[in-house]
């Protein structure tokens, strides 16, 4: 799938600026964003939606909009709202959309892998968000696609349907399916993504596998957190020459420095001896929550 | 080999998904009787929808029957001039107020738009609506004549008028959902909701469709026959009388139906 200098408007508002973006076969790409930065539109045009008002979209080889018959039936489309009957049934809903498809899964199968089994003949309009969340993500995957488009996958989740859900996500993309997700967490795009593109105002931020975006800028710097206000030039005091010691908000201190198992001993020993715990601690490494909100920012939105 | 290959199987099944690709669409016609088949069951789930199409019609046609002098029909035996026009008061009510309100909750619940991004084409998707309607319209008629037989209607005419109120029929649905769906396409859930079930009922009183054009008085019976509801129900009862399909009937229909049409495909949001 390839995105190139993709530019959407919605009357004066630009929703995408100029996005490009690139997806190989077989991989997971997260598209990273705040709420109204363009993911969701950017999906949609290549899910065939909307016409690219400027730049090309190509997703397997075809255009999403003049070959949108041919390209249907081999995309899985997860919405971020809605898509089923209000009046259906999850299993009814499901063996609809995989009477579409030539191929499809086994209903039963799927339905005993994502839970929807105790959905029984409650309406869709009244299963529990969770529920319908999991039945978005069963039409997806119905009719075995070798593309998945997944708004939000895990929004609403809870924990374990949430781990449930990047089992079935990493087993899409071992069994050779590409996935482009968009979500808000940080942990599912650690865990689960090849490629990561954060998006903010319509264009492209940072790019690059989420241990390439952590550990960018990130040379000379250890990260830990503690209880707030310690003493921080004592703890400079403690360190090898031309560190640098700052509480960067409250609780959480950096120390650039020429990183080395010396400096990093220093650290923990000078903790030690106050009884203090240092957690989350990063060598050369930032969360990939810190790269997020240092690249688009702390307003929200 | 396990003794029980039923049983280890559907465990096999649920512990491990085969997700390698094998893409393809069902073919068209299986896609349409899916979807045909989908919206017959929902369409039959919804109570209030099943009122509308067929308990309020045959309430209508037993009471008016029976209420001898509280309705005037104009002339002509009472069964005779009531069961047509109650026929053609089903057709507006599942062509017309159902279909609309079906569609703009599809709209609304983004089923439309997700439809989109499956194999199932917009001609696929209107043919399993037109499918399923007119089966709808099949029963709604069955019943309604059935319960007009028993009371005593005898409609004239032989196979010829039955052919000819077959193809009023036909033209008169196409005109009434084109207008279903331009109102589905445009107008919020709610507001369509509202407007539909609101168009169902002026029709109802002042639309020439169980009380016959000749009673209205002047201006306002050259108004009814050419709506739709009344040039189908006023088109029915002059058929079903064996008087012959009048020809004005159908024309002010594929007018109807054809002003419908344009606007509902000029006009139509799928999200």
């Not at chain 1, 730049?55 to 390209?71: F, I, K, M, Y």
């Not at chain 1, 923990?268 to 930032?286: D, F, I, S, Y």
């Not at chain 2, 019609?57 to 029976?66: C, E």
């Not at chain 2, 159902?98 to 909750?105: K, M, P």
């Amino acid at each position: 799938m390839e995105v190139t200098n993709l530019v959407m408007r919605y009357g004066d508002k630009v929703a995408v600026d100029g996005l490009s973006m690139s997806v190989e076969v077989g991989s997971i790409t997260a598209v990273l964003g705040p709420n109204g930065a363009g993911k969701t539109t950017t999906l949609e045009t290549c899910e065939g939606y909307r016409r690219p008002q400027s730049g090309r979209v190509t997703v397997l080889g075809l255009d999403p909009v003049t070959q949108h018959r041919a390209l249907a039936p081999r995309v899985g489309v997860m919405l971020q709202a809605g898509g089923a009957w209000s009046g259906s049934r999850a299993e009814e809903m499901l063996r609809y959309v995989a009477s579409l498809h030539a191929n499809p899964q086994s209903i039963d199968a799927v339905v005993g892998r994502l839970g929807l089994g105790a959905c029984g003949r409650t309406p869709y309009r009244r299963l529990s968000g969770g529920q319908q969340q999991r039945l978005r993500l069963a039409m997806a995957i119905i009719g075995r696609p070798e593309l998945v488009f997944l708004d939000e996958p895990t929004s609403g989740l809870d924990p374990q349907a949430r781990r449930a859900a990047w089992d079935l996500i990493g087993e899409l993309s071992a069994a050779g399916v590409t996935v482009v997700l968009t979500t808000h967490y940080m942990e599912e795009v650690e865990r689960l993504a090849s490629d990561v593109y954060v998006v903010d105002s319509g264009q492209v931020v940072a790019a690059g596998s989420p241990a390439q975006l952590m550990a960018a800028g990130a040379r000379g710097l250890i990260t830990f957190e503690a209880p707030s206000g310690l003493d921080t030039a004592d703890l400079l005091a403690a360190l090898p020459p031309e560190c640098e010691v700052r509480e960067e908000r409250p609780g959480r201190y950096a120390v650039r420095g020429r990183v080395s198992p010396q400096m990093l001993s220093a650290i923990t020993t000078w903790c030690a001896k106050r009884e203090v715990m240092p957690g989350q601690l990063n060598v050369e490494r930032h969360t990939l929550e810190d790269v997020f909100l240092a690249l688009t920012g702390k307003e929200l939105r | 080999m396990s003794d029980r290959p039923g049983v280890d199987a559907s465990i096999q099944a649920i512990t491990r998904l085969d997700l390698r690709p094998a893409p393809g669409s069902a073919p068209a016609w299986a896609m349409v009787r899916s979807h045909a088949l989908m919206e017959t069951r929902l369409l039959l789930r919804n109570g209030e929808q099943v009122l509308l199409a067929l308990v309020i019609p045959l309430l209508l046609l037993v009471g008016v029957a029976k209420a001898g002098g509280v309705v005037d029909l104009g002339p002509g035996r009472r069964i005779d001039v009531l069961t047509p026009g109650v026929m053609a008061l089903a057709v507006m009510s599942a062509a017309f107020t159902s279909l609309a309100i079906a569609t703009a909750y599809e709209r609304r619940y983004g089923v439309l738009k997700r439809l989109g991004a499956s194999p199932l084409s917009r001609t696929g998707l209107l043919t399993g609506k037109v499918v399923s309607l007119l089966g709808m319209e099949a029963v709604q008629l069955a019943a309604i004549g059935g319960v007009g037989l028993a009371l005593g209607w005898n409609p004239e005419g032989g196979l010829t008028a039955a052919l000819a109120a077959c193809v009023l029929v036909l033209i008169g649905t196409v005109s009434f959902a084109s207008l279903g769906m331009l109102m589905a396409g445009t107008w919020s859930a709610e507001a369509t909701l509202a407007g539909a079930n609101l168009v169902y009922v002026l029709l109802l009183v002042v639309g020439a469709v169980v009380i016959p054009a000749a009673s209205y008085p002047d201006p306002l019976r050259a108004v009814a026959t050419s709506l739709p509801s009344g040039a189908l129900a006023e088109g029915l009862r002059e058929v079903l009388r064996g008087e012959g399909l009048v020809w004005t009937r159908a024309v002010a229909l594929c007018a109807w139906a054809a002003i419908g049409t344009a606007l509902a495909i000029r006009t139509f949001k799928w999200e």
